[in-house]
């Protein structure tokens, strides 16, 4: 089955800038229901602003997702990561080193060795990560890849209670459903493409199916949604369209309303929102939607004026502000935060891997609910300012299969 293409602006991972990833970030729509086939290149384009709204650079990137071939050999390379996960979790530890492969090609991923992420206590909903679905040359990973990469995150024993995607394109819902059924974690599913209404529906229809497809494949009810940690209806789409701010958030809005609706039919009762930069919902309360659970988008490192040792005291700062925005009856959580390990410095803000390592640790002290960008770095991502950090917010360093 073939699908056109819909081309869609993406935002770059950070919260005050606006591609799993993605993503990394990101994503856009496929459309059919069932089986999607995606053919024909997209360029994504990745826009930075700072807190005020003002552009700061542009970027294009094109992304191939109708390919998925065999994972390249692994590269070789240290894997560094110094933190404390919450509830008195165990340090992170780095990861081993990866041998080259000798075939080029994942094997299919089995069950965990090791057992799954505690429940967060105290109804904390406790630490997540971004999975891209991209290779560092644009092309699908494909369910082999995919669930062989996520396995090797969720026993990295950096206990992660949820994995974050963006949209529904290279068959990710599926894919990662299956990796996180297999590991014992949820998934934070997106529909990335507001662009049109045709676009929202058939993004919204291949996220169901994508769902429905990974219950079947693992004997589970077709409207069984127990895997599904709560649904973003685009993410960063005022940030990316800053000049015409409050129509952004009243279509984000009429969009979420139209998800909502459409999967309680499908079975689903969990929170359905939008996911913006957070300063946004300072200025639209509105954004903070009709369900009690509020995600917002929140990077310390385009503060430019926080240095490291300050993005835990800002991101719990920030989050009290929203949260007052917002108002007592909503639970606000960070959907999207890290710290690049390589780049060029914004002022205050320096990349490194020493920096990456103390954002994790003073995130673990700060925050009860936090995504962190990202599993592996993204190098399919274009460099669009004088930064240059857009591939480099992996906590596992790069991706095994590139």
Not at 190 to 215: M, P
Not at 276 to 298: H, I, Q, R, S, T
Not at 329 to 347: F, M, Q, R, Y
Request: hydrophobic share 40%; glycine share 10%; proline share 4%.
């Amino acid at each position: 089955m073939v699908a056109v293409r819909l081309a869609i602006w993406a935002a770059a991972a950070a919260s005050i800038f606006s591609g799993v990833i993605a993503a990394p970030h990101r994503l856009e729509a496929r459309a059919a229901v069932k089986v999607v086939k995606v053919h024909g290149p997209t360029v994504k384009v990745f826009v930075v602003l700072d807190q005020n709204g003002n552009t700061v650079s542009k970027g294009y990137s094109t992304i191939y997702p109708d390919a998925t071939p065999a994972p390249s050999p692994v590269r070789e390379g240290k894997k560094k990561l110094i933190t404390k996960t919450l509830d008195d979790a165990p340090e992170e530890t780095a990861a081993p080193a990866p041998s080259k492969s000798s075939g080029g090609k994942s094997g299919k991923s089995g069950k965990h060795s090791k057992p799954a992420a505690k429940p967060a206590k105290d109804g904390k909903l406790g630490k997540g990560i971004v999975y891209s679905v991209y290779h560092n040359n644009g092309q699908c990973k494909n369910k082999e890849t995919t669930r062989s990469e996520i396995k090797k995150v969720l026993d990295s024993g950096n206990e992660y209670n949820w994995i974050r995607i963006y949209g529904t394109d290279c068959d990710q819902v599926a894919n990662v459903m299956g990796a996180a059924y297999d590991g014992g974690v949820k998934v934070m599913l997106g529909i990335y493409n507001l662009e049109s209404d045709d676009g929202f529906q058939k993004e919204l229809d291949a996220l169901i199916a994508g769902v429905q497809a990974a219950n079947k494949e693992y004997g589970k009810d077709a409207n069984d949604w127990s895997g599904v940690a709560f649904v973003s209806v685009g993410n960063e789409v005022v940030n990316n369209n800053a000049g015409a701010a409050e129509a952004w958030v009243s279509k984000s809005l009429k969009y979420a309303g139209l998800a909502r609706s459409a999967l309680k039919e499908a079975g689903y009762t969990g929170d359905v929102g939008n996911t913006d930069v957070w300063f946004w919902y300072k200025k639209f309360p509105a954004l903070c939607g009709e369900d009690k659970l509020v995600m917002l988008n929140l990077h310390p490192f385009f503060d430019q004026n926080c240095d490291v040792a300050s993005s835990g005291t800002f991101m719990k700062e920030k989050l009290a502000e929203i949260q007052e925005a917002c108002g007592a009856d909503h639970k606000v959580i960070i959907a999207e935060t890290g710290w690049p390990n390589s780049g060029n410095k914004l002022n205050n803000a320096v990349p490194g891997k020493a920096e990456q390592a103390e954002f994790l640790k003073l995130a673990a002290s700060n925050l009860d609910d936090y995504v962190l960008l990202s599993a592996y770095d993204e190098g399919w991502k274009t460099e669009n300012s004088s930064a240059e950090v857009e591939k480099h917010w992996g906590i596992l360093g790069a991706s095994p299969s590139d």
